[in-house]
């Protein structure tokens, strides 16, 4: 039986199976986002906040203490440099984004130059380039490895390009390849606007999107350096901008995001707010600061996430060394991530989109081939993002079966 045969036959038995699979997107599993449930009610009746606030009123455009300092644990920030938004940090980074564009933030409007740029780590995270091409970006490739951005390449294009204005950065458990950047690589981000050092009319920004802060599943659990420290002894602050948000940890649609920068940029940022709302929900920042102890029940709470997302990664972890891992040629690699939401696996360029179509036809569903580059096009065709937390244990074995018999059946019929 030639290899192709074999694989025809295993992918066929799958077919006959009538599986419905899904590893798209980075969903918390119900199992997780039951561990939240005490929310509600976990107010008792009392909506006034430390500081004298009646959360169930208008007002509060920085949000309430608490949750201040629940955004500040999550960061590693001071308090009064955070504010709290509502249910999605993805809105405070499409807000901050189109203030950086048209009105500009501590600096002139980014795209007053029809070529302005941004920096897009690659394999990265299709809603940030998303909104950075709606908005009027372009976007320039630069690749990633277990340490980070190439900073070579960054520095290289910020120093010697004046329409390169932004870095994108998923700093700890990067979507999608779980890697979180090393301590060189976060000094030297931290250094990136000083580059530009004498130009105020060429300003250039990292925005840092910290959303797998504390979505930790295995140890040893990287450490990630402080930015924020890091930026202060850089004189950079003003060109920081910092997200956080516990979508991830408490209720998925219904959590609190939050942005952070210096105190110059912030209230800059906090002026524009002003314009389109008189103060997000404080009634549930108030509830998720008070569950999970404005931070100090982060660890703890954690933990029970990390139990319950830890099995799923092993279980695909052992399915790809088992069905992909000595292969002799080597047709895939794959990351192994300690935290986060995502597995990055690699097949031989130009497969990824037949792999991703075979398992659709036998009823797997997966990230379209080439999301996680921008405008969804990578130019090996050969990366896919897999996302094993919403589906169960047993699920994500049959799903990684079926996968990794896609990835050999295409390779096969090459």
């Not at 300092?69 to 709290?84: D, F, H, K, M, Q």
């Not at 740029?117 to 976007?139: N, Q, W």
């Not at 994108?168 to 301590?183: A, I």
């Not at 948000?245 to 209720?251: N, V």
């Amino acid at each position: 039986m030639t290899k192709l045969t074999e694989f025809s036959r295993k992918y066929e038995e799958f077919k006959s199976r009538n599986l419905t699979l899904n590893l798209v997107r980075g969903k918390p599993g119900s199992d997780q986002i039951q561990l939240s449930n005490n929310l509600d009610g976990v107010l008792e009746g009392n909506y006034i906040s430390i500081d004298g606030t009646d959360t169930r009123n208008y007002g509060g455009l920085r949000g309430t203490p608490e949750a201040r300092e629940l955004g500040a644990a999550l960061l590693g920030i001071p308090s009064e440099r955070v504010i709290a938004g509502g249910n999605s940090s993805l809105h405070l980074m499409y807000m901050a984004l189109e203030l950086l564009a048209h009105r500009g933030l501590v600096g002139p409007p980014l795209l007053r130059n029809s070529n302005a740029s941004a920096i897009c780590p690659v394999p990265g995270y299709d809603r940030h380039f998303s909104m950075t091409e709606y908005l009027g970006f372009k976007m320039l490739n630069v690749p990633m490895d277990a340490s980070g951005p190439d900073m070579d390449a960054v520095e290289t294009r910020v120093q010697n390009d004046i329409n390169t204005s932004l870095l994108w950065c998923v700093p700890r458990h990067s979507n999608p390849t779980g890697y979180t950047y090393s301590d060189e690589t976060v000094a030297r981000i931290a250094a990136l606007p000083n580059l530009r050092r004498g130009q105020p009319d060429n300003p250039f920004y990292v925005l840092w999107d910290n959303a797998y802060a504390v979505h930790d599943f295995k140890e040893p659990a990287p450490k990630l350096a402080n930015l924020d420290e890091l930026a202060a002894a850089q004189g950079t602050e003003d060109r920081i901008v910092q997200f956080a948000s516990t979508s991830k940890i408490t209720f998925a649609g219904a959590g609190v995001g939050f942005i952070s920068s210096s105190s110059t940029l912030l209230a800059d940022f906090e002026g524009h707010l002003g314009m389109r709302t008189v103060g997000f929900d404080k009634v549930n920042q108030l509830r998720q600061a008070r569950f999970l102890q404005n931070g100090k029940g982060l660890n703890a709470h954690m933990k029970k996430q990390g139990a319950i997302i830890g099995p799923k990664f092993e279980v695909a972890q052992f399915v790809l060394a088992k069905e992909l891992g000595n292969l002799d040629p080597q047709i895939a690699s794959w990351t192994e991530p300690t935290g986060g939401y995502f597995i990055s696996l690699d097949v031989p360029n130009g497969n990824a989109k037949r792999v991703v179509e075979v398992a659709k036809e036998a009823g797997l569903a997966l990230t379209p081939a080439g999301a996680t580059f921008p405008y969804g096009r990578d130019p090996n065709d050969a990366n896919i993002r897999i996302a094993p937390t919403f589906a169960s244990v047993d699920e994500v074995q049959i799903a990684m079966e079926l996968l990794t018999t896609c990835v050999r059946l295409v390779h096969a019929s090459t």
